[in-house]
């Protein structure tokens, strides 16, 4: 079978490609629902600026207990104490200002739910736009996001097409749950 390029690429390392191709088959471009995860999936990519991906796959578990499995109310609500224990755990990318903007974006999120009763209804809201106006949106709304985290952020989670090439197994699968 034929493999996107974002697995075809990844280094040989057994590990990593085992955690690329999970990641590939069950998770990028197809649509969240719940909106902890969105906002698990929105951390990640913030997190993953200037790093890898496989670093992210590797510390996912790290992240979902650091900031409360992703919950959204619990990580607006967070304090200096909780800066600083983030700040102080290895299963993280330990950078005050992604910690920062999690915090930050957690509350925007809450914001945004007053007017679309959650996260993904706002996202629904503005689908489809092209990237480039999804960028003006989130730098409006959010912390620590550019054009790289907006683009993989909306791809992994199905708001943009073309995360999988037509020959990937995995197409089939994501053109029939696509937005």
Request: contains cysteine.
């Amino acid at each position: 079978m034929s493999y996107c390029d974002y697995v075809n690429t990844t280094t040989p390392e057994t590990a990593d490609l085992l955690l690329h191709r999970h990641y590939h088959d069950h998770q990028y471009g197809f649509p969240i629902e719940e909106d902890d995860e969105l906002f698990g999936r929105l951390l990640l990519e913030i997190n993953q600026a200037g790093l890898s991906w496989t670093l992210m796959l590797r510390k996912q578990e790290g992240f979902r207990k650091a900031y409360s499995g992703f919950s959204i109310e619990a990580v607006a609500a967070y304090t200096e104490e909780d800066v600083a224990r983030l700040l102080n755990d290895p299963g993280i990318i330990r950078n005050r200002l992604k910690v920062n903007a999690a915090i930050t974006n957690a509350r925007k999120i809450l914001e945004l739910r007053e007017e679309n009763s959650t996260f993904k209804g706002w996202l629904d809201a503005h689908h489809p736009l092209p990237k480039e106006q999804w960028v003006k949106l989130f730098k409006k709304n959010f912390r620590f996001v550019g054009g790289e985290i907006v683009g993989e952020f909306l791809m992994s989670t199905g708001y943009l097409p073309d995360a999988h090439t037509p020959d990937c197994p995995v197409y089939e699968k994501i053109n029939g749950v696509q937005r």
